[in-house]
């Protein structure tokens, strides 16, 4: 190793640098890091740490404001939809939500009519939710049982049995504590039948089991009453998964390197990330016309790629990820997600013909 040359271990990964060069890098930055780099060579008083410990601080310091604006890329939202499980059961558009039988059968036809209703498709609702079987289409029944089971489990504690003249412990001793295990279970049995001949159209058994263990000495933060809760919601929002489509969103990370792009299209290349921020609409217009201009720039071909995604032209999409495979040495990001726009696409078209069915 050369004169003036550090190694820092942190857990088990090395970082290794000169600290005068370093520092050069440092009075390059703004005034914040310019202070990190007074902490690093004593300039700000840190009685407490040795030097090499101010070094290590600050180096962290550093490395944690330089990765954070990684963490942060800028990103386009994508709308898609996932087809209902039971595709018959999906082209039903009125439903009665019967009251099911079961010590608790009130509470999950409660909960499974609320998750219907909240079924919605571009904001409309997808089912007609009726209290009239005579107006309905199908009719949901069922039964549910939660069954709560207690057992007695013991636990290994410390306990201190001897303290010294300033009450600090100098003696402990392996105890066992009594503690409370109340394992919760759901077992429900549902089906959706036509209200013309009575076929049934759907049947499902939903089950699930939660645990609870109490002990004297720690404070509970569930209860027996908001766990056998969330199973019925759960239950109630898996029901709603198999009877209808669903739209969500979810993000993608545009690139913002800008490797390979010819010099005179860097401004209008960062001006259209940035603008992702406000206006994804003009953000793609603008990643359209780079691509026009640039071709061959990987990270114009991921973004216009992206783009295409969020217009719901998939076929382009997959085209442009597709051209984007093998410009990426270090990463496979265009494979996957060309790949995820083959599984969008292909819910989507599901989803559509379920919605066009009814």
Not at 90 to 115: H, N, Q
Request: charged share 25%; aromatic share 8%; net charge positive.
């Amino acid at each position: 190793m050369q004169k003036g040359q550090s190694v820092i271990t942190v857990g088990k990964g090395r970082i290794a640098g000169s600290w005068m060069a370093l520092a050069a890098c440092i009075e390059a930055w703004p005034v914040q890091f310019k202070q990190l780099h007074n902490i690093i060579f004593g300039e700000i008083n840190m009685p407490f740490f040795t030097r090499s410990k101010r070094r290590f601080v600050a180096i962290g310091a550093v490395i944690a404001a330089v990765t954070s604006g990684a963490a942060h890329a800028e990103n386009l939202t994508i709308s898609a939809m996932n087809p209902a499980k039971n595709s018959a059961a999906a082209s039903v558009s009125s439903v009665m939500v019967e009251r099911f039988d079961g010590p608790d059968g009130t509470e999950l036809s409660f909960a499974i009519e609320k998750a219907l209703r909240s079924a919605k498709i571009d904001g409309r609702p997808y089912f007609q939710m009726t209290a009239d079987s005579s107006r309905s289409e199908a009719v949901i029944s069922g039964t549910a049982r939660v069954s709560v089971d207690e057992f007695d489990q013991y636990q290994a504690r410390t306990k201190c049995v001897e303290l010294d003249a300033n009450d600090q412990c100098i003696k402990n001793k392996e105890i066992k504590i009594l503690c409370t295990n109340k394992v919760m279970s759901l077992t429900s049995a549902i089906r959706l039948t036509t209200t013309d001949d009575g076929s049934i159209i759907y049947s499902s058994n939903k089950g699930d089991q939660k645990e609870i263990i109490f002990c004297p000495d720690v404070k509970a933060t569930l209860t027996t009453e908001s766990q056998i809760q969330s199973m019925i919601d759960d239950a109630a929002r898996s029901v709603r998964r198999d009877l209808a489509p669903r739209q969500y969103d979810y993000k993608v990370a545009l690139q913002e390197r800008r490797k390979g792009l010819p010099s005179q299209y860097s401004k209008a290349f960062k001006a259209a990330v940035k603008l992702s921020r406000s206006n994804q609409t003009a953000s793609c217009a603008a990643f359209n016309d780079l691509y026009v201009a640039a071709p061959e720039a990987r990270s114009v071909i991921y973004n216009a790629a992206i783009c295409a995604e969020r217009a719901g032209d998939f076929d382009r999409a997959i085209e442009l990820f597709t051209k984007g495979i093998g410009r990426y040495s270090l990463s496979n990001s265009p494979t996957e997600s060309r790949d995820r726009v083959l599984r969008v696409r292909k819910n989507y078209l599901a989803a559509i013909e379920q919605i066009n069915v009814r």
